[in-house]
Structure formats: structure tokens, C-alpha cells
């Protein structure tokens, strides 16, 4: 797209305005329902400045999902960070700002995941795994706060849960799926906790 004369291109603005763009378009139409051409007309933007930012698709997919898995991270870590010192507090504050989450207009349930069900190997695969890694991480630290049993393996248990209930929120309706999913994984937490302390 031309730049008029005069005007001064800020290129940390272009690759945020690309992003925001990719990040959208992706989460709506999947990673082979929208063209570098159509991302470039939605971001204003000529190809040549994609490239230039992002090497390729696949590059602008991998910066898209690695910006989205970080935002995601913080939210959840803030979520439970915000509900005090204990974990059964903590983990319960976690499902609720998922529930918040399910509850969106155009909600289509993990992006990330998404990705990387459509493409299985490459870029989103990669971040996908460690999109996962680092829920574990936050959930393994609750559950060791807990005197969980075996945390890791609680964490674990937990992300099943969690990702689990995307989908069904996303495939099988929302209403109640929050709910649900909460009271399941901190029922797992209880009793991993009450093992912990009998044995």
C-alpha cells in the first residue's frame, strides 16, 4: 500500500497492526481459510512488509500464536495470582476467567489448539506443545502449594480438564461446561491433597 509523502512509518506499529489483524483472521477462518493476500488487504499492508516482518506464512502464524500463548499465560497466572494465597482459591479462579472465556461472542474455543489440529506438524505443533508446557507450569505450582500428591501428575489431570472443556464449550454449548469442569478439577485437587496427607 502506498505511503503518502511526508508520512513516517513506525515498524513496530505495522508488525502490531499485522498481528492484530493475522490473530483475528486466523481464529475466524483457520490457518488455510484466509491467504497472505487477504491478510495484507484486512492489515493494509503489501505483501513485501508481511515478508519483511515475518519471513513467510508460517512465520506470521508462529509470531500470531507465540503473541496469543503469551497474553494467555499472563491471564491465567494474573487470574490466579489475584485470588489470594490458596491453591484451591487460585485453581477455582482459573476455571472462572475460562468460563469468562467460553461465555465471548465468537468464541471458537483454543486458537492455539485449533492451529495445531490443522496443521500437525510445523510452527503451530511447536507452539501448541509449548502453550501446554507452560499451563503445566502454572498448574503444577498450584498443586505443590496444595501438598498434592504426586503434582506433576495432578497438573496433568488438570490440563485434561481444562482443554477438554474447550472443546465442549466450543462443540456441545457453554451452559454449565465452566461450571462443571471447575468442580471436577477441584474435586482432583481434594482428594490428591487428602492422599498426600494420609500417606
Given amino acids: 500500500m502506498p505511503v503518502d509523502k511526508g508520512v513516517t512509518l513506525d515498524p513496530a506499529r505495522t508488525r502490531e497492526q499485522i498481528l ?8 475466524e477462518q483457520g490457518l488455510d481459510g484466509v491467504g497472505v493476500a487477504g491478510l495484507c ?38 487470574a490466579a495470582e489475584a485470588a489470594g494465597p490458596e491453591p484451591a482459591d487460585q485453581l477455582g479462579a482459573v476455571f472462572d476467567a475460562l468460563t469468562g472465556w467460553y461465555a465471548e461472542p465468537g468464541f471458537r474455543g483454543c ?9 500437525h506438524e510445523g510452527a503451530a505443533r ?7 508446557d507452560r499451563h503445566l507450569e502454572l498448574l503444577s505450582e498450584i498443586a505443590a502449594r496444595a501438598d498434592a500428591a504426586e503434582p506433576g501428575v495432578l497438573a496433568r489431570q488438570i490440563l485434561v480438564l481444562m482443554e477438554g472443556a ?6 456441545h454449548g457453554v451452559d454449565g461446561t465452566g461450571r462443571q469442569v471447575r468442580e471436577a478439577a477441584l474435586a482432583l485437587l481434594r482428594a490428591s491433597a487428602a492422599r498426600a496427607s494420609a500417606g
Fill in 41 to 78: 488487504t484486512r492489515a493494509g499492508v503489501s505483501k513485501e512488509t508481511l515478508y519483511r516482518h515475518f519471513g513467510s506464512k508460517e512465520g506470521l502464524v508462529r509470531a500470531t500464536l507465540e503473541a496469543r500463548s503469551d497474553r494467555v499465560t499472563r491471564w491465567l497466572r494474573e
Fill in 166 to 171: 474447550a472443546v465442549v464449550a466450543d462443540l
Fill in 126 to 132: 511447536q507452539v501448541a506443545a509449548r502453550h501446554m
Fill in 111 to 119: 486458537a492455539i489448539v485449533n492451529a495445531a489440529v490443522q496443521h
Fill in 20 to 27: 492484530q489483524v493475522a490473530t483475528e483472521a486466523l481464529y
